[in-house]
C-alpha cells in the first residue's frame, strides 16, 4: 500500500512539474507577443506624430493661398467677397425638438419601401 502511495506521488509530481514547464513556455510565448504588440503600437505613434507634422506643414496657410494662386483658373474658384456671407440674423436655427407622440404618428414603414425597391 505504501509502495501504491509513493509511485502515485512521484507521478504526481512529475505530472505536475511536466504542466509547469508547458505553462512557463506558453507564458514566454505570450509575453514575448505582448512585447512585440507594444513595440509595434510605439512605431505607430511615431508615424502617426509624423503624418499630424506633415499634416499641419501641408496646410500652412501661406501655403495654402499659394496653391490657390498658382491654380485659380484651373479650379474655377471665385474671389471672397462680403456679400458671400450671411448676417447672424438671417441664419435659420432648428425649431425646437418634436415631441415622443410625433415622432411616432409621422414615422412611416420603410420595409414597403426597401420590397419595392428590390422588385
Known amino acids: 500500500m505504501r509502495l501504491l502511495l509513493y509511485v502515485l506521488s512521484a507521478f504526481s509530481v ?5 504542466w509547469a514547464y508547458l505553462e512557463n513556455y506558453k507564458t514566454q510565448e505570450v509575453i514575448g507577443e505582448v512585447r512585440a504588440l507594444q513595440r509595434d503600437i510605439g512605431q505607430m505613434h511615431e508615424e502617426l506624430a509624423v503624418l499630424r507634422a506633415e499634416w ?15 491654380n485659380f483658373d484651373r479650379l474655377g474658384l471665385l474671389p471672397l467677397a462680403p456679400e458671400q456671407f450671411a448676417r447672424v440674423d438671417e441664419v435659420a436655427y432648428p425649431g425646437p425638438a418634436p415631441t415622443a407622440g410625433l415622432a411616432l404618428t409621422d414615422a412611416r414603414d420603410v420595409r414597403a419601401d426597401v420590397q419595392g425597391a428590390d422588385q
Open 56 to 70: 499641419a506643414y501641408l496646410n500652412r496657410p501661406d501655403r495654402l493661398r499659394q496653391l490657390v494662386e498658382m
Open 14 to 18: 512529475i505530472a505536475l512539474a511536466y
